[in-house]
């Protein structure tokens, strides 16, 4: 059930051009133990995944040296910079959906084909995203309302890494593309690599460290350009030299696009969806903000502490996903919503624990980051707030990301444009402008959010409509 126009996948060139490379990659997700599948697609996926973070964790751990303003500014800066990702992501959407599909049919060369025009869509997509954020990064920040000195910090920070948005998105797609065929431990060691060196050359740069300049703010962006571009190139070389579950040959490239369309048809309300969810931190910032720079502080490192404790959670989500796809490319519709409930009940596991620790032990947690008092307890207090949020968010990672893995993307962008529109953001507003709850008002906006979308997410993913959705 790949789509209703599959035959026009002519694919003119030789098809010795795609390879499946065999070997430890032959293995059939869409067969064997739901539970093993998964677990197997997702350790790897969580070990890149908080990989991944653990760079800008590190980051924010060294520029809190700078100061709350330099906190402030690379966290503002870093929603901006989340938000071009998440368009990006949104747009790979499409591709994973499209790939996961094709290889569950077993049809390789299709995949290869999705693939290489995922290239076309990113190349042009960063390109625009690079010249928006270099002319306009200070006038983003001010936007927001902040005070100078944090706006002065964040647009050094958010010039340089939207400048640099082409080796970040490409990186990203290669990501993808590995992870929607089914190999995951390959972008695995990829993320190991480069981010090892991120990791050790940040404070050189930072702080003028050794014969490295003192860069500041600018220090900890320009690491991460150059540890990522790196990722880049490591990720071609496996895509192109067969070391990964689909080879990639650019011999005879041409533009095809209706696959390009079939890409970006079911990619587009992935991309409205992190636009949004993304637009919206933007706006629930500027909520913040009038509360002072240690609020703004507080809510930056409560994000990454949250980024950091929802890795298995997206893993198992972005797992069943693919396994959904694929299942549903093998005419398993009934195997892709096992591995779906399968997941969710071990989401929410992992996530309850979690909970748990946040609640006994929130400020030790925060005084990793930071040690000034008003930090310290604004986001301890935004922790326990938002336990309400994590104990069920399995519902929502889970479930969100098994419907666009399938390809059914307008539902998901559907409810998260209705709940932010309807619930997040007038609650946020009014309990924090007009009740005594000030600025925890904001959070509690955010967690009777996730509430409402798991209902809602439970109810549609019940109906089935998305097991016959074409792609």
């Known amino acids: 059930m790949l789509t209703k126009d599959n035959d026009d996948i002519d694919l003119l060139e030789d098809s010795r051009s795609y390879q499946f490379t065999g070997g430890r990659f032959d293995r059939d997700w869409t067969q064997g133990s739901i539970i093993k599948n998964l677990l197997s697609l997702s350790w790897p996926m969580i070990v890149t995944n908080t990989i991944m973070m653990l760079g800008p964790t590190i980051d924010m751990i060294w520029v809190g040296r700078l100061g709350s303003a330099a906190i402030a500014g690379v966290g503002v800066s870093g929603m901006a910079v989340m938000l071009l990702n998440s368009m990006m992501m949104g747009l790979a959407q499409g591709m ?11 049809n390789f060369d299709g995949a290869a084909h999705a693939a290489r025009q995922a ?33 002065t910090e964040g647009a050094k920070y958010l010039r340089i890494l939207f400048g640099a948005s082409v080796s970040m998105s490409f990186r990203m797609l290669i990501e993808s593309i590995m992870q929607a065929s089914g190999d995951t431990v390959s972008p695995m060691k ?3 690599g480069y981010r090892i060196f991120h990791v050790i050359l940040c404070p050189f740069f ?6 490295f300049p003192e860069m500041g ?8 350009v150059i540890a990522q571009t790196i990722g880049m190139v490591i990720g071609m070389w496996f895509l ?16 095809d696009f209706t696959m390009i369309w079939r890409i970006v048809r079911i990619g587009i309300p992935a991309l409205i969806s992190g636009l949004q969810r ?21 809510h930056t490192l409560n994000q990454r502490i949250e980024m950091i404790m929802f890795m298995p959670t997206w893993a198992l989500g972005m797992a069943s996903g693919v396994l959904a796809g694929q299942n549903l490319g093998a005419e398993q519709p009934d195997r892709a919503v096992k591995s779906s409930w399968i997941a969710v009940a071990i989401v929410e596991g992992v996530m309850i624990i979690f909970s748990i620790v946040l609640l006994v032990a929130a400020e030790h947690i925060v005084h990793l980051f930071s040690s000034e008092p008003d930090v310290v307890n604004i986001a301890a207090t935004y922790l326990r707030i938002g336990v309400i949020s994590y104990s069920i968010l399995g519902f929502v990672a889970v479930l969100m990301n098994s419907l666009s893995g399938s390809g059914d993307t307008l539902p998901p962008m559907i409810v998260a444009m209705t709940t932010v529109l309807v619930v997040t953001l007038p609650l946020a507003y009014f309990l924090s402008k007009y009740t005594s709850l000030g600025v925890f008002g904001v959070r509690w906006g955010m967690a009777i959010e996730t509430v409402v979308q798991a209902i809602i997410f439970v109810i549609y993913f019940r109906t089935g409509k998305w097991k016959t959705k074409y792609v």
């Not at 042009?124 to 902040?146: D, Q, Y």
């Not at 192109?240 to 533009?255: A, E, L, N, P």
Request: hydrophobic share 65%.
């Open 119 to 151: 290239f076309a869509i990113c190349a042009s997509f960063s390109f625009v995203m690079a010249i928006i954020g270099i002319v306009f990064a200070e006038s983003i920040l001010l936007l927001l309302g902040l005070e100078a000195d944090v706006v």
């Open 190 to 192: 990829i993320t190991l």
């Open 240 to 255: 192109f030299s067969g070391r990964t579950r689909i080879r990639v040959s650019m011999k005879d490239f041409r533009i």
């Open 217 to 224: 703010v600018s220090g900890a962006a320009l690491t991460n």
């Open 278 to 298: 993304n637009a919206t931190q933007l706006i629930i910032m500027w909520f913040v903000v009038p509360f002072g720079t240690a609020s703004v502080a507080a």
């Open 96 to 106: 994973r959906a499209v790939i996961a599909r094709f290889v569950g049919a077993r």
């Open 206 to 211: 930072i702080f003028g460290w050794w014969i």
